[in-house]
């Protein structure tokens, strides 16, 4: 089977990459699991390949149909979906973000399109599709009202996928992931950043700006069972989704200052208190529209697993990369 991963270069896509091979398998349209050829990782930078010679990497534009075109062929089996403009960018550059996460997944659709045989697709949505005003939980019947250009291309993106879906040009699925935590690396422009940023930095012993107010809460979820989340979505068979396409994720809801003081019971109070508070208004207006309440009855009943608290999501972090404390 040949498995397509767009935004493969990113800190997602190459850990799923890193979980499809350990799979060594993954359901076809029939559901019987087939072994996994190939996998090629698409981002607008290339990626590492590694050492697999399974995995190939393409560097191009999302949102170019003919490279789309030729990267899916004809013999595609399975899409992941997780190229994006992050929303503060989106929010900042209207029209990148319209043509990246709106016109990127239109090509990939379009391209999905053109098999002899629907692929199975997952879509790396975001609960950024809700907005103000919120219901004090969000549930799997909640209007998404998006309220930030990022979560609008969203929202568009899911319900385009749906659409192919009935037409049966794809099995299409959406998953809205809550914010992932705790990402290594460096900060990106998505408005979320500063929810690794409060915890990554100081833990590497630098102090760490929160452009958001302590009181705010956040729907969190680790890097790890974003990609369990993948995986299962796509794994699924297709008579379990019905006809709608698109799920919220389980999480977790924790206040900035739990995380603060989550920080402070796994790794010190001096570790801590390198984190300072600078408002930013420009984060804290897209972040207040997010949800950071919801019950997902419908995610759980199909098998979605969810962290235990935010102090193992921080412990894993951790442990995964080989931090010292004390």
């Known amino acids: 089977m040949k498995v397509i991963i767009t935004g493969g270069a990113g800190f997602l896509g190459t850990r799923l990459a890193q979980s499809l091979l350990a799979r060594g398998t993954l359901a076809d349209a029939d559901g019987k699991p087939r072994q996994i050829g190939s996998i090629v990782l698409f981002d607008h930078v290339a990626g590492a390949a590694g050492s697999d010679p399974r995995v190939r990497t393409v560097a191009g534009d999302v949102s170019d149909t003919a490279t789309l075109a030729q990267i899916v062929g004809d013999d595609a089996g399975a899409v992941f979906h997780l190229a994006a403009v992050v929303s503060g960018e989106a929010e900042a550059d209207f029209d990148l973000g319209m043509r990246v996460n709106l016109g990127g997944t239109r090509a990939v659709l379009e391209a999905c399109r053109r098999l002899p045989r629907p692929a199975r697709l997952v879509f790396a949505s975001s609960v950024a599709v809700f907005g103000v005003p919120l219901p004090e939980v969000v549930t799997d019947v909640t209007t998404p009202t998006p309220r930030a250009s990022y979560g609008v291309q969203k929202l568009i993106s899911e319900l385009l996928v749906g659409d192919y879906t009935r037409k049966g040009y794809v099995d299409g699925r959406s998953v809205r992931l809550p914010t992932i935590v705790v990402r290594p690396g460096k900060p990106n422009k998505a408005a979320s950043s500063f929810a690794s940023g409060i915890m990554r930095e100081p833990l590497d012993g630098k102090r ?93 009943a199909l098998g979605f697993s969810r962290d235990e608290s935010f102090d193992a999501i921080l412990a894993g972090y951790i442990r995964n990369q080989g931090i010292r404390i004390g």
Request: glycine letters at 4%.
């Open 208 to 300: 760490s700006a929160c452009p958001v107010p302590a009181a705010t809460a956040l729907w969190l979820l680790s890097p790890e069972r974003a990609i369990d989340a993948l995986v299962h979505a796509y794994e699924l068979p297709a008579e379990r989704w019905g006809a709608d396409r698109s799920l919220n994720l389980p999480g977790i809801t924790i206040r900035v200052a739990g995380m603060v003081e989550a920080l402070a019971r796994v790794a010190g109070r001096a570790v801590a208190e390198r984190i300072v508070f600078e408002p930013d208004a420009a984060i804290e207006r897209i972040v207040s529209t997010w949800p950071s309440r919801f019950e997902t009855k419908r995610a759980d």
